[in-house]
């Protein structure tokens, strides 16, 4: 991170660090548009745009009709001709209906006109669950996306990454999908530079050194990966953490470099496992670095049901814990 | 809705529709209350209500014929479930989230299903149970079930979602018997109509689909009930769809999750609330001598008993166990990866 | 109103058109039926995998460019625009360099024939799917709107299928709740590919659907450059003046198979077809510019050998450029170069 350490900084929970970053954007390019479903009176359903309508007006901060396959398709078209459209999804759990306009027009643009057309622009949606928001307000959507080359995929769980890693992808020249974990919004504090930085793309985080395994995770579960590692700690087992914060393009040095260094790797992620993100890292770390493994990669990911349901021991059951975690690592630290 | 006029317009209802009418109306309004109190009392995580849409739910849900026809609902549809069928009970048990609940505790409150009462099965996703109505009313159609048709509802804000555009525009093309109902309540969480649509009457977006549009007061259950019945009745005769456009309100914030005070004025609700249905259509019965003043208070105290009664048996009733997560997720048992036998010659 | 040929007569009246203007309408008709036939000409020879034809689609598409006003608007087009390109500004060189998909072409060779996109026109990149590209013009259109650039305006086009696509309703209705600059041209050719407007909407008149969105709604003969470019043009100027979109409808018919890979009589009788035929715009237009005298007959004669000439030279141009090298196909995927692993 590009910040100087005499630099001042203020203590805000992720869902301050998304507004403030926003609201810097807002003020420093006029390009910048915000447009979604309530983000204009009532200032988001999590409150993130409160009072940018009247300081940004209803023409940059435009509360969209119920129709969220144009809310990208304008964005793009905003975004073809000049603006610095930044899209938002109320709920993750409502960006299929604009699936073809991310995967099918967002990510080809530059492609497909050999680069005359550019799109550079971002959807923010809050994502995840452990909210009781039950089917279609606690989805995991980044695997849908993942696949896509074209876009680009960012989910920081700490404000100061969130920051960092928004300010970046405002000024990507490509499309960038920013995912929000709903429960770390308040949950999580931390202090953010006050200034204006950025945070490249595509770089993990270390974000708890360790010599005995390696787990990779992101948004929430880092949090949760952290307690977890620290519980094990007073157990005498050294683990590392890693948030990848970027899912698209992924830090491949950092997870390597780990990896060499612990010989073991855990994956953990909320979504479900099967063609997850842990795939592709699985997949990866097998191509690069089989030899210097001790022990089988493993994932802790979310079971393979299509979604936690609303009663509690249902949202229980799908969402892993820091307990579950220092379970799963002490297994593979043992092995 | 006008109460003061000497020429009553009851279109055919009996007195016991029209009581049958308050009192859908009355449980409606009194166990959304309950819901709210729950929420208050931190014993459920969200509630949300249909307040102001007493009377147009009312209405429509008399006029669909339980056993015949199927009903595509939205998340603000509660009267119309209880119209048309469902018990308090199993709306609490959708409130607590319990195992004995028709989704097992899976779905988000207020999105019922139930396959005995013809209710389908929802999610929270704006105008997706349009199209699956539509598929519905073409089986139907396919098998020449005369007699049979499909009610879909929806709020305002839906209308602007491309799957209301298509589902309305396939209904047209093949002549469906499909009552698309549209519940305005001027309130798309805290977008006004205006900025949703440019002009205000949806039922006019009907001459484009070459289907019948019309509007009707959301808050008069009779006029209600004669309009949905008329679009079943053409619906059943083989004259195609038609989209009814009831313009009722929505009086408290979108769900209690939702605060209205960031978006709309105090004066603007109060304003709304001088035209509230359910004691306006009290009032009406009483005027007319359906019912005296003593018998509404006794009404509305059984219906509370009920309430209560309810609240305590879905209450007591379990959650899910946790195993339940992995139950019925294909026909078969589910596991992403298989493993086969080895191969083997013959 | 239902398109017919308009009757050839003195006194013509040319709502504000110049004669030069009528001529250079007519030369982009013929100019449109000439590429067409080279595309499949060529695909017919085994030259070129694909060729999509835009017959019918002359007179409303010549007479809406004629209302474009260059370096101002911005057309989001669809797949079925060939006339529409050429009108604005695209060479006949151009349009073959993407039939032949060589290097040289605004996409590199990577799109399909007939997805034109050029900056300098003021051509939108799109896709092949339907109504993908309405939102993008809306929000094009937003762009102006928000900058407060008068006497812009996007004409965005599409065909009647696609107005039953989610994303056209969508579209439209927010271009009406803002009252962008954006006109919204329906080429309805009554097919889309096997399907018939019946069997696409529950009546046949798209413009009617404005009403429903608060905004204007005309309808008119698109096998009348003239009248096309009138509507077109009022349509344009409402946007200009921001008055907000319009609808507009443009009744023609597409004379061949959606594309070389389609036998429309599978789904569709010669007969029809015949009978349509009898109202080609291209030969009815000759006679109008004939009959009022803008044009001779030896005009017409000479005109047509030059876009011959024009048509032969652009396909032998673009003929000899070079197809793009493998390489390229991992170019433009993100600004920079391109790795999914850092």
Redesign the interface.
């Not at chain 1, 204009?40 to 200032?43: I, K, P, S, W």
């Not at chain 1, 990208?72 to 603006?83: K, N, P």
């Given at each position: 991170m590009a910040v100087s350490t005499q630099e001042q900084t203020t203590t805000m929970n992720n869902v301050e660090a998304v507004r403030h970053t926003l609201y810097e954007a807002m003020k420093n390019d006029d390009r910048t548009?915000i447009l979604g479903?309530?983000v204009?009176?009532?200032?988001n359903?999590f409150?993130i745009t409160?009072d940018f309508i009247e300081e940004f007006g209803a023409?940059?901060v435009i509360?969209?009709?119920?129709?969220?396959?144009?809310i990208?398709?304008?964005?793009?078209?905003?975004?073809?001709?000049?603006?610095r459209?930044i899209a938002e999804i109320q709920f993750a759990?409502?960006i299929?209906?604009a699936f073809?306009?991310i995967v099918?027009?967002a990510a080809?643009?530059?492609?497909?006109?050999?680069?005359?057309?550019?799109c550079p622009m971002v959807i923010r949606t809050p994502y995840g669950g452990g909210v009781?928001?039950?089917?279609?307000?606690s989805i995991s959507i980044e695997a849908l996306f993942y696949h896509v080359?074209?876009l680009?995929i960012v989910a920081p769980a700490f404000p100061a990454d969130i920051k960092g890693l928004l300010n970046a992808a405002i000024d990507d020249?490509?499309p960038v999908l920013f995912l929000e974990h709903k429960k770390t919004y308040r949950l999580i504090k931390g202090e953010v530079p006050t200034g204006h930085y950025t945070i490249p793309l595509?770089?993990a985080n270390v974000v708890r050194p360790g010599t005995q395994l390696t787990v990779v995770s992101y948004g929430l579960y880092v949090h949760w990966a952290l307690d977890a590692a620290n519980a094990l700690a007073n157990e005498g087992y050294d683990v590392e953490v890693i948030d990848l914060r970027s899912i698209?393009?992924?830090?491949?040095?950092t997870i390597l470099t780990s990896v060499e260094k612990t010989r073991k790797l855990l994956i953990i992620h909320e979504d479900n496992?099967?063609g997850g993100i842990g795939a592709e890292i699985s997949a990866?770390v097998a191509e690069e670095a089989l030899f210097s493994l001790d022990a089988p990669i493993r994932r802790h990911c979310a079971?393979?049901?299509?979604?936690?349901?609303?009663?509690?021991?249902?949202e229980?059951?799908?969402m892993s814990s820091p307990t579950k975690m220092a379970d799963a690592m002490r297994e593979l630290v043992r092995f | 809705m006008k109460t003061d006029s000497s020429v009553w317009n009851r279109e055919g209802l009996s007195d016991e529709q029209l009581v049958t009418l308050l009192r859908t109306m009355l449980l409606h309004r009194l166990l959304e209350a309950r819901g709210f109190q729950l929420n208050r009392q931190g014993k459920i995580p969200f509630a949300s209500a249909g307040e102001g849409h007493e009377a147009v739910q009312a209405g429509a849900a008399l006029a669909f014929t339980r056993g015949k026809d199927i009903f595509f609902p939205y998340y603000r549809d509660v009267g119309l479930n209880l119209g048309i069928g469902l018990s308090p009970y199993e709306v609490m048990l959708s409130l607590f989230g319990r195992a004995a609940d028709h989704s097992g505790g899976r779905q988000f409150p207020h999105h019922y299903a139930s396959r005995a009462l013809g209710i389908a099965t929802i999610s929270s996703i704006i105008a997706a149970q349009l199209s699956h109505a539509v598929g519905a009313a073409y089986a139907m159609q396919l098998r020449g079930e005369r007699d049979r048709a499909v009610l879909t509802t929806f709020g305002d804000g839906c209308t602007s979602e491309g799957e209301w555009h298509e589902s309305l525009n396939f209904a047209a093309v093949h002549r469906l018997p499909v009552v698309f109902l549209c519940e305005n309540n001027q309130w798309a969480i805290s977008t006004p109509l205006q900025h949703q649509m440019a002009q205000p009457d949806i039922w006019r977006r009907a001459e484009g689909y070459g289907i019948p549009g019309r509007s009707v007061d959301g808050f008069d259950p009779i006029a209600c009930y004669a309009a949905v019945r008329e679009a079943f009745d053409r619906a059943r005769s083989g004259g195609g769809p038609t989209l009814v456009e009831a313009k009722c309100y929505r009086y408290l914030a979108h769900t209690t999750d939702d605060d209205d005070r960031t978006y709309r004025s105090r004066e603007e609700v109060a304003a709304a609330r001088q035209h509230d249905p359910v004691p306006n259509f009290e009032q009406l019965l009483i005027d007319r001598g359906l019912l005296s003043a003593a018998s509404a208070t006794a009404l509305k105290a059984a219906i509370l008993n009920e309430i209560n009664e309810a609240t305590d048996r879905a209450e007591a009733m379990p959650y899910p166990a946790a195993e339940e997560l992995y139950a019925r997720v294909t026909a078969d048992a589910h596991e992403p990866w298989r493993s086969s036998s080895p191969p083997h010659s013959i | 109103m239902a398109k017919s040929a308009p009757p050839a007569r003195e006194g013509l009246d040319k709502r504000g058109l110049t004669d030069e203007q009528l001529r250079a309408i007519f030369r982009n008709m013929l100019l449109q039926r000439a590429l067409d036939n080279r595309g499949f000409q060529l695909n017919r020879q085994g030259k070129v995998p694909f060729a999509l034809g835009s017959e019918g689609h002359e007179a409303l598409q010549a007479g809406a460019a004629m209302a474009f006003s260059r370096g101002n608007d911005i057309l989001a087009p669809y797949y079925r625009d060939l006339g529409l390109a050429l009108g604005i500004g695209l060479s006949p060189y151009e349009i073959l360099l993407s039939i032949f998909a060589r290097a040289a072409d605004h996409n590199g060779g990577r799109q399909f024939p007939n997805h034109y996109s050029s900056k300098r026109a003021g051509v939108m990149s799109f896709s092949s799917i339907l109504a993908a590209h309405i939102p993008h013009a809306v929000g094009a259109a937003y762009a102006m709107k928000l900058r407060g650039e008068k006497n812009r305006a996007v004409l965005v086009t599409c065909g009647d299928g696609t107005t039953s696509e989610g994303e056209w309703h969508e579209s439209m209705n927010f271009a009406a709740i803002h009252k962008l600059p954006v006109v919204m041209l329906v080429e309805n050719n009554e097919w889309a590919i096997s399907t018939p407007l019946d069997k696409q909407m529950g009546q046949p008149e798209i413009w009617k659907r404005a009403a429903g969105y608060g905004m204007p709604g005309v309808r008119f003969n698109g096998f009348d450059p003239i009248e096309t470019y009138a509507v077109v043009k009022n349509a344009l100027d409402r946007a200009h003046r921001g008055e907000g979109p319009s609808l507009i409808e443009g009744v023609c018919y597409r004379f061949l198979a959606h594309s070389t890979d389609d036998n429309d009589l599978t789904y569709r009788t010669k007969e029809e077809v015949t009978e349509h035929r009898k109202d080609d715009p291209v030969p009815g237009f000759e006679r109008i510019l004939t009959g009022a005298g803008v044009m001779t007959v030896a005009d017409v004669e000479a005109m047509k050998k030059d876009v011959l000439r024009e048509t032969n030279e652009a396909t032998d141009h673009a003929a000899a450029m070079p197809y793009p090298v493998a390489s390229d196909l991992y170019t433009h995927v993100y600004e920079g170069a391109y790795q999914p692993w850092l």
């Open positions: 548009v479903e309530d204009g009176a009532r200032g359903v409150l409160k023409q940059r509360d969209t009709p119920i129709a969220e396959a144009s990208v398709g304008i964005a793009i078209g905003m975004a073809m001709e000049g603006l459209p759990d409502f299929y209906p073809n306009q099918g027009e080809k643009t530059r492609y497909r006109s050999n680069g005359e057309y550019t009781r928001g039950a089917l279609s307000h080359p074209g680009k020249p490509d595509g770089k698209r393009p992924m830090d491949k040095t496992k099967f990866m079971p393979d049901v299509p979604a936690m349901g609303y009663a509690e021991p249902l229980h059951e799908y | - | -």
